[in-house]
T-cell receptor, first 115, second 110 residues
Framework: NAGVTQTPKFQVLKTGQSMTLQCAQD?????MYWYRQDPGMGLRLIYY???????DKGEVPNGYNVSRLNKREFSLRLESAAPSQTSVYFC??????????????FGQGTRLTVV | SQQGEEDPQALSIQEGENATMNCSYK?????LQWYRQNSGRGLVHLIL?????REKHSGRLRVTLDTSKKSSSLLITASRAADTASYFC??????????FGPGTRLSVLP
């Protein structure tokens, strides 16, 4: 039971390059999330998908796009990377978006450096 | 600004001592959760406390919640070197989703 799997683990991009971060969960969760983590800032929500077929902006969506490919997979795309997007990116999933005692399960993270 | 704010930002203690971290938040919540993050890893869920609960225990963890003060505390008793990590509170406001604080970095010295 892998939980939440993110790829790649590390990536270096040049300014202006594009890339897609992949995320898959095997827990049959309805909701999936992309966060970025910067020193002293905690986790900030980029985009989320409350259920298959829906996506919504979080706190810091600018410069990113997402695709909920199916119930298992949720990808994050950087169309034109900027140094300000240097960060650690985490994908997470939960059984439901809100309500009840749902908890979040996190992937191992992708450390992205934009030079 | 953050819904949840942990205090202190960093804490250094000796093995065997107790560690206490606090979390304050701003809006009414459905529940509050604590997560641990080891260096270079993802967050791992530790414990959840509902808004109608005041205290909860799980092994060496004790969480309290005071909704009148909009605050929570996480106590780790008899700490071990393996407890060295960052600890985050996540509030779940009604009808909304997880909002994470900036975290407390705990160092447990052998």
């Amino acid at each position: 039971n892998a939980g939440v799997t993110q790829t790649p683990k590390f990536q270096v991009l040049k300014t202006g390059q594009s890339m897609t971060l992949q995320c898959a969960q095997d827990m049959n969760h309805n909701s999936m999330y992309w966060y970025r983590q910067d020193p002293g800032m905690g986790l900030r929500l980029i985009y989320y998908s409350a259920s298959e077929g829906t996506t919504d902006k979080g706190e810091v969506p600018n410069g990113y796009n997402v695709s909920r490919l199916n119930k298992r997979e949720f990808s994050l795309r950087l169309e034109s990377a900027a140094p300000s997007q240097t960060s650690v990116y985490f994908c997470a999933s939960s059984e439901a978006w809100s309500g009840g005692d749902t908890e979040a399960f996190f992937g191992q993270g992708t450390r992205l450096t934009v030079v | 600004s953050q819904q949840g704010e942990e205090d202190p930002q960093a804490l250094s203690i000796q093995e065997g001592e107790n560690a206490t971290m606090n979390c304050s938040y701003k809006t009414s919540i459905n529940n509050l959760q604590w997560y641990r993050q080891n260096s270079g890893r993802g967050l791992v869920h530790l414990i959840l406390i509902r808004s109608n609960e005041r205290e909860k225990h799980s092994g060496r963890l004790r969480v309290t919640l005071d909704t009148s003060k909009k605050s929570s505390s996480l106590l780790i008793t008899a700490s071990r070197a393996a407890d060295t990590a960052s600890y985050f509170c996540a509030t779940v406001p009604y009808g909304q989703n997880f909002v994470f604080g900036p975290g407390t970095r705990l160092s447990v010295l052998p």
